[in-house]
């Protein structure tokens, strides 16, 4: 099935360093969901994207959509030690079906 | 913490049993969704109940069932595990479709 493919898989940053995870797919994606989640933890909802060009911002976090639809990405700026974690995006596949991807597992010296 | 709950928090198997995972949806929420989740990839979809009907099922054999109950609390049922059904088990309940509230999980490990 249609999957949405997630680089890198891994990133080393110094605190204080940006960061970014790019998710991308060979088809048009309906909408686009970030979801974080701690190590031995369970996902937890960032946020969702859903119209072509759409860039939202939290905090220290941005989130785009590209204008294709077929992409999207995760912006951290000055990453702090509470940024840990894998960031995943998924698409929803009809009747809220989650289709996530690979994840991009952050780590960060302090 | 989202207010989803499950049991038990680690369960050890061995092949050929079969196992009910549990989870109790926050409150208000009629959909609950199941994923598995082997280490280092990303949640992959069993299947999702709404109102105590199946709702949507993701490529997994027929093995793996579940139920919603009225109080939209549900089961997942694996029967003739296998080794590789070793993961975390995470259920997420949602509303609106929008946001999905996903719980602690449970660890199973296949022996």
């Known amino acids: 099935g249609q999957q949405v493919m997630q680089i890198p898989q891994y990133q080393h940053v110094q605190e204080g360093e940006d960061f970014t995870t790019y998710c991308n797919s060979s088809?048009?994606?309906?909408?686009i969901q970030w979801y974080k989640q701690r190590p031995g933890g369970h996902p937890v909802f960032l946020i969702q994207?859903?119209?072509?060009?759409e860039v939202k911002k939290q905090k220290r976090l941005t989130f785009q959509f590209g204008e294709a639809k077929k992409n999207s990405s995760l912006h951290i700026t000055a990453t702090q030690t509470t940024d840990v974690g894998t960031y995943f995006c998924?698409?929803?596949?009809?009747?809220?079906?989650?289709?996530f991807g690979q994840g991009t597992r952050l780590t960060i010296n302090p | 913490e989202t207010g989803v709950t499950q049991s038990p928090t680690h369960l050890i198997k061995t092949r050929g049993q079969q196992v009910t995972l549990r989870c109790s949806s926050q409150?208000?929420?009629?959909?609950v969704s199941w994923y598995q989740q082997a280490l280092g990839q990303g949640p992959q979809f069993i299947f999702q109940?709404?109102?105590?009907?199946?709702?949507g099922r993701g490529n997994f054999p027929p093995r793996f069932s579940g139920l919603q109950f009225p109080n939209y609390s549900s089961e997942l049922n694996v029967n003739a595990l296998e080794l590789d059904d070793s993961a975390l088990y995470l259920c997420?309940?949602?509303?609106?479709?929008?946001?999905?509230?996903f719980g602690p999980g449970t660890r199973l490990t296949v022996l």
């Open positions: 997420a309940s949602s509303l609106t479709g929008d946001e999905q509230f």
């Open positions: 088809t048009t994606l309906s909408n």
């Open positions: 994207l859903v119209k072509s060009g």
């Open positions: 998924a698409e929803e596949q009809g009747a809220q079906k989650l289709v």
């Open positions: 409150s208000g929420h009629n959909t």
């Open positions: 109940y709404y109102r105590e009907e199946e709702n």
